[in-house]
Every structure is written in structure tokens, then in C-alpha cells.
């Protein structure tokens, strides 16, 4: 199994009120594949995977053109909408110029959450081009935080298809944006508050190819510590067949003092989970 990588870092709000983040991560090639065209990034301020796409090296290089040229706006201190946004700018011109670049449809999803404490209040925001996924998991009810632009979901955001019949859907690999494409669209942002004992999952959609939402809300009660759940995850995604890359990364936040009520925040919930209706997998 793949090594899991994990951190814990501190962030000063006010004299009596600390963020204290905990996370894990990591990325297998799975069962079915030759090589793994996925990339993550997990250094604070920004956490982020990338599931790239294209024949040849292309997905590997897609994805990982892009985590390079985010590694680059995290180690220059300046991560922030209008930095990213310029970053996959120059992504798209690295992927398009790269020697080895040779399939049109080059290219990579890009999803996940920075900690913005350019306000006097800090928060997330979550940031998603394509169909990987971030979730969090807040009062012990998981929420899809993103929404997957794909084929798919414009369907039954129509009303066309239900949730159900998205799985086996011929189209369900096909996405709607990508970066890598001729003209890169930004990425859809989501301001989310602080909160104590939030949890977020940021995953490529070889994870939720093989576990269900309620399957994902299932390891993340059994395992507080990020690092057990993400090798928890990992196992049972190979286990359930490891048909793509899998790759996840898991925060975890403390609050020291100071922090918003779950009551008052206001988070959008786009999928909430329903526990009564089904049983973890």
C-alpha cells in the first residue's frame, strides 16, 4: 500500500484563539491501472487532488503541471483566489507546451479547500473544477461541499436522471471542465466557517467510484485520526475493487476558543446525507 503523508500545524487567530489542523493523505495507482495520473498537494494553506486525463503521459502530466505550479503560490506565501487562478493559467500553458503532451483531451480535474485568513475571520474556501470531490463532515452529517461538473450531474440537475441511475450511466466519466482545456473556466468557490471538529475530505473519483457517500461518512466515525482513516478508506476502495487512481486527503480542525456555533453557520448543504435511508458500505 502507498505511504500515507501526514502534518499537524497551528494558525494564530487571536491572543486566545488558535486552528490547530491535523491531515492526512495519500494516492494509490489501484488495481487496473498501469500508472497513477493523479496528484495531491497537502501543505497548509492548500489542500488539494488533481485526477488527470488523456492518453499516453498525458494525465500525468496535466495533474502534475498543476500541483507544480500550486506548490509554487504556497511556497511564495500568496495563496488566494486570483493567485490560483493565474497558477493554473500558467498550468495550462506548461501542459499544452510539454513534449510529451500529444492527446487533445490532456487534461485534469482540480478540487479542494485553502484556509483564508486574509479576513478578520478565517475561513475555507473550497475551490472545483471537474468531478473530484470535497465533503465535510460536520456534526456528524457528511456534506457533498462541491458539485461535480459532469455530464451526469447537469442531468440530473435537469431533472433528467435520478442520483440512483447516475452510476451506471454511460456517461458517467464524461466531465463538463477540466483545466488543460484551450481556455481555462475558474474554478467554483464555496466560503465555509471554522469550525471545531470539522473534517473535510478532498478525493479523485476513484475513491467514490468504489465507496458510497454513506461508506465515506462510516470510516471517518470509526476513525477520528485522519492518518487511520485515510489508510481505512484506501483499503476499502482496493478492496471494493480499486478500478481507477485513488487518491484522499483528510483535515482535521481544533478550535480553540472563539470559534462560530455550528447553529449560526450557514455552510451550504448541497447533498446532506440522510442516515436513516441507508446503512454504511
Not at 483566489?81 to 480535474?109: F, N, R
Request: aromatic fraction near 4%; include cysteine.
Amino acid at each position: 500500500m502507498s505511504e500515507t503523508t501526514t502534518q499537524t500545524y497551528r494558525v494564530g487567530v487571536t491572543d486566545d484563539d488558535d486552528v490547530i489542523l491535523h491531515w492526512a493523505a495519500i494516492t494509490d495507482t489501484g488495481h487496473r491501472r498501469d500508472n497513477n495520473q493523479d496528484a495531491y498537494l497537502a501543505e497548509f494553506p492548500l489542500f488539494v487532488v488533481a485526477d488527470g486525463m488523456g492518453g499516453h503521459a498525458g494525465g500525468e502530466i496535466a495533474s502534475q503541471s498543476t500541483i507544480a505550479r500550486l506548490q509554487e503560490i504556497v511556497d511564495g506565501g500568496t495563496v488566494a483566489t486570483a493567485t490560483i487562478e493565474k497558477a493554473l493559467e500558467l498550468a495550462v500553458a506548461d501542459i499544452a507546451s510539454h513534449p510529451d503532451t500529444t492527446d487533445e483531451g490532456t487534461g485534469t480535474t482540480l478540487t479542494g479547500v485553502f484556509f483564508d485568513a486574509a479576513m478578520d475571520e478565517p475561513r475555507w474556501v473550497s475551490l472545483n473544477i471537474g468531478d473530484s470531490r470535497v465533503y465535510l463532515l460536520r456534526d456528524e452529517r457528511l456534506v457533498q461541499v462541491t458539485t461535480d461538473h459532469s455530464v451526469v450531474q447537469e442531468l440530473i440537475s435537469s431533472g433528467r436522471l435520478s442520483p440512483e441511475e447516475a452510476d451506471g450511466h454511460p456517461y458517467s466519466n464524461v466531465i463538463t471542465r477540466a483545466v488543460g482545456a484551450s481556455e481555462l473556466t475558474p474554478p467554483d468557490y464555496l466560503g465555509i466557517e471554522v469550525l471545531d471538529g470539522d473534517r473535510f475530505v478532498i478525493c479523485s473519483d476513484g475513491l467514490t467510484k468504489e465507496l458510497t457517500d454513506y461508506g465515506i461518512q462510516h470510516f471517518l466515525r470509526e476513525e477520528s485520526d485522519p492518518a487511520k482513516a485515510v489508510d481505512a478508506m484506501l483499503a476499502a476502495a482496493l478492496e471494493n475493487g480499486g478500478r481507477d487512481n485513488v487518491t484522499l486527503i483528510i483535515v482535521k480542525v481544533e478550535r480553540t476558543g472563539g470559534a462560530v456555533s455550528a447553529d449560526d453557520a450557514e455552510t451550504a448543504k448541497i447533498s446532506t446525507i440522510d442516515e436513516s435511508s441507508s446503512t454504511p458500505e
